[in-house]
């Protein structure tokens, strides 16, 4: 575990094994130990480095939300790769994390070698679909400052529809998941929604035609909504894949983790052997 300092905030950073770089993003709620299942066997094939992101985990959760903006992320990260000599790294992001590699590689393609998306969002296209969305996400931002975090995981995040599929994960595998979403602080989730939530986000549309990266994109059959938006930006990424997992929902790593760790380890194999 480390603390690295860029541009005046923390990110706790976490790497092991050896060989190609490859950096991993969690969703909203989370935090980079997350990946912890996948690391195995994910560095018999890479290095493996997972960072808590702006208002998650350990990293540093600013007031400001717009320093947890994509795009301030996005050059924070780039000067983590940097600094531990791990760029071009493969991104895989999840979710939010999704969103978070995809602004990395429009904005700095020369940190990214290979994206693997899963449930990614290239942002909200309607102008007024945004703005309802930003209204929305400063509602909910209130409310995990006024009710706390127990309140927010039990009676609102976990009972959401996209979550729908962690009904049926193994009990133990249910209460892990809960645990951690709880270590994170009401004001670091808050202010990551106001900054970096889908509504706050500038749309990525007009610029995915530009990712000159290989591009695996995974899509849970059990999430309607979150597919589609899978399939879009896997339609504008040239030579992008889509993998849709049946089976699983918003967080196919989580439902079915033993087909991702298989998928995202061929996928590995294939582009670092190029």
Same mark, same amino acid.
């Given at each position: 575990?480390?603390?690295?300092? %860029?541009?005046? %905030?923390?990110? !706790?950073?976490?790497?092991g094994g050896d060989g190609p770089p490859l950096l991993l993003l969690h969703g909203f709620t989370g935090r980079g130990a997350d990946w912890g299942p996948m690391l195995p066997a994910f560095r018999r094939h890479a290095r493996t480095i997972t960072v808590d992101l702006l208002g998650h985990g350990r990293s540093d959760a600013p007031v400001d939300p717009d320093r947890h903006a994509l795009p @301030?992320? #996005? $050059?924070d990260l780039a000067r983590i790769l940097r600094r531990?000599? #791990?760029?071009? $790294? %493969?991104?895989?992001?999840?979710?939010? *994390?999704?969103r978070l590699a995809l602004q990395l590689a429009a904005d700095h393609p020369d940190v990214v070698a290979a994206l693997v998306l899963e449930s990614p969002s290239a942002g909200l296209a309607d102008p007024v679909e945004r703005a309802r969305r930003q @209204?929305? =996400? !400063? @509602?909910?931002? $209130?409310? +995990? !400052?006024? =009710? *706390? +975090? !127990?309140a927010f995981v039990d009676t609102w995040w976990e009972t959401t529809p996209v979550f729908a599929s962690e009904r049926d994960l193994p009990p133990a595998a249910r209460a892990r998941l809960r645990s951690a979403r709880l270590r994170n602080g009401p004001a670091g989730l808050a202010a990551s929604l106001r900054g970096a939530g889908q509504g706050a986000m500038e749309p990525l549309f007009d610029r995915l035609a530009s990712i000159a990266r290989p591009a695996l994109v995974i899509g *849970? #059959?059990? =999430?309607? +909504? *979150?597919l589609d938006r899978a399939r879009e930006v896997a339609g504008r990424i040239p030579g992008a894949r889509l993998i849709v997992l049946s089976g699983a929902g918003h967080g196919a790593h989580r439902d079915q983790p033993a087909a991702f760790r298989r998928i995202v380890t061929t996928f590995l194999q294939e582009e670092l052997a190029a």
């Amino acid at each position: 575990m480390t603390l690295l300092t %860029v541009a005046g %905030v923390r990110y !706790e950073v976490r790497s092991g094994g050896d060989g190609p770089p490859l950096l991993l993003l969690h969703g909203f709620t989370g935090r980079g130990a997350d990946w912890g299942p996948m690391l195995p066997a994910f560095r018999r094939h890479a290095r493996t480095i997972t960072v808590d992101l702006l208002g998650h985990g350990r990293s540093d959760a600013p007031v400001d939300p717009d320093r947890h903006a994509l795009p @301030a992320q #996005a $050059a924070d990260l780039a000067r983590i790769l940097r600094r531990l000599g #791990a760029a071009p $790294a %493969v991104i895989v992001g999840y979710s939010f *994390g999704a969103r978070l590699a995809l602004q990395l590689a429009a904005d700095h393609p020369d940190v990214v070698a290979a994206l693997v998306l899963e449930s990614p969002s290239a942002g909200l296209a309607d102008p007024v679909e945004r703005a309802r969305r930003q @209204a929305a =996400d !400063e @509602a909910l931002a $209130a409310r +995990i !400052e006024r =009710d *706390g +975090i !127990e309140a927010f995981v039990d009676t609102w995040w976990e009972t959401t529809p996209v979550f729908a599929s962690e009904r049926d994960l193994p009990p133990a595998a249910r209460a892990r998941l809960r645990s951690a979403r709880l270590r994170n602080g009401p004001a670091g989730l808050a202010a990551s929604l106001r900054g970096a939530g889908q509504g706050a986000m500038e749309p990525l549309f007009d610029r995915l035609a530009s990712i000159a990266r290989p591009a695996l994109v995974i899509g *849970g #059959a059990l =999430d309607p +909504i *979150g597919l589609d938006r899978a399939r879009e930006v896997a339609g504008r990424i040239p030579g992008a894949r889509l993998i849709v997992l049946s089976g699983a929902g918003h967080g196919a790593h989580r439902d079915q983790p033993a087909a991702f760790r298989r998928i995202v380890t061929t996928f590995l194999q294939e582009e670092l052997a190029a």
